[in-house]
Each structure stands twice: as structure tokens, then as C-alpha cells.
Nanobody, 126 residues
Framework: QVQLQEFGGGLVQPGGSLRLSCGASGRTFGDYAVGWFRQAPGKEREFVAA????????SFADSVKGRFTISKDNTNNMVYLQMNSLKPEDTAIYYCSATQVFRHAVVTGFHEYHYWGQGTQVTVSS
């Protein structure tokens, strides 16, 4: 069992930056791929970014490529989503998720993740 908790959401102006953190407890985090998803009001939850258990491989949604980066600290059981050049359309609740897979695999499918955090609100507005 893995427990996930997101930190770092808030209100930011367009063009600004935020860093979301996801802390995990319960198991060796290096065995888990991690993904970030988001859900805006009235929309389905969508993939944002993912990183392999090893931290060596990543994947991003087209909408955030070049603006967001993802990193993993297996020593401290943390994953970070650095969000730059934020746009109003990035406004959503952001969720951290984890699943146990081969340590170099990147998982992008919503249904492939077994563990989820409670989410953190990100609002981009002037």
C-alpha cells in the first residue's frame, strides 16, 4: 500500500510558475512509476506528466511540453512537477498517482494507476 499527498498548489498569475510536490509513504518508492493528472471543472481527468520508478524516463502531455518538468527523489520518496509559463487553461485540481511496474516503465494511462492522492488546486488567473 502507498499513501500519496500533494503539496504546493495555489493561485498564480498567467506566465508564472508553481512547483507541486507529491510525497509517498508505505513502500520503496523506486519501485513505483508516478504520474500527474489534472481535472478542470466539467472536464474529465487528463494526463499531464509521468516518470518511471527509476526516474530516468519521462513523458508529457502535448499541452505542457516545454513548460512542465517532472523529477523524482527516491531517497526521500518525493516527486516534483515544476510548472512554468502557466496559462489560465492549466487551472485544475492536480492529482499525483503511483503504480508498481518495471522500474524503467513510464505509465500514462489513467486506469493503470492504483494509488491516488487527494489532489491540490492550481488556479492561474490575473
Amino acid at each position: 500500500q502507498v499513501q500519496l499527498q500533494e503539496f504546493g498548489g495555489g493561485l498564480v498569475q498567467p506566465g508564472g510558475s508553481l512547483r507541486l510536490s507529491c510525497g509517498a509513504s508505505g513502500r520503496t518508492f523506486g519501485d513505483y512509476a508516478v504520474g500527474w493528472f489534472r481535472q478542470a471543472p466539467g472536464k474529465e481527468r487528463e494526463f499531464v506528466a509521468a516518470i518511471s520508478g527509476s526516474g530516468a524516463f519521462t513523458s508529457f502531455a502535448d499541452s505542457v511540453k516545454g513548460r512542465f518538468t517532472i523529477s523524482k527523489d527516491n531517497t526521500n520518496n518525493m516527486v516534483y512537477l515544476q510548472m512554468n509559463s502557466l496559462k489560465p487553461e492549466d487551472t485544475a485540481i492536480y492529482y499525483c498517482s503511483a503504480t508498481q511496474v518495471f522500474r524503467h516503465a513510464v505509465v500514462t494511462g489513467f486506469h493503470e494507476y492504483h494509488y491516488w492522492g487527494q489532489g491540490t488546486q492550481v488556479t492561474v488567473s490575473s
